[in-house]
């Protein structure tokens, strides 16, 4: 079981700059795949960034976004860079033992960026 809870979310203007935390419980925290997603109004929840030792990135975000890990903090970072308006949604932390599998989800962080 593992408890997933996401901060640092706001209101930015475009080109601003904002960094999402993801606080996991639990022991076994460098064992799990991380990875961001967001869901914007009326668009279906896509994947942002996924880390475990090697890093992937959607290619909306590619160059703008850095996803990062610190294991004894038991914490992942999403650095937001250049931000813009699209980037508007709420984000949301996940982890999972697979890229392509994540079975837990905390509750989302609100992203707003203003033109």
């Known amino acids: 079981q593992v408890q997933l809870v996401e901060s640092g979310g706001g209101l930015v203007q475009a080109g601003g700059s904002l960094r999402l935390s993801c606080a996991a419980s639990?022991?076994?925290?460098?064992?799990?795949?991380m990875g961001w997603f967001r869901q914007a109004p009326g668009k279906e929840r896509e994947f942002v960034a996924g880390i475990r030792w090697s890093t992937s990135y959607a290619d909306s975000v590619k160059g703008r976004f850095t996803i990062s890990r610190d294991n004894a903090k038991n914490t992942v970072y999403l650095q937001m860079d250049a931000l813009k308006p699209e980037d508007t949604a709420v984000y949301y932390c996940?982890?999972?033992?697979?890229?392509?599998?994540?079975?837990?989800w905390g509750r989302g962080t609100q992203v707003t960026v203003s033109s």
């Open positions: 639990g022991r076994s925290f460098s064992n799990y795949y």
């Open positions: 996940a982890a999972g033992f697979s890229a392509t599998m994540y079975n837990y």
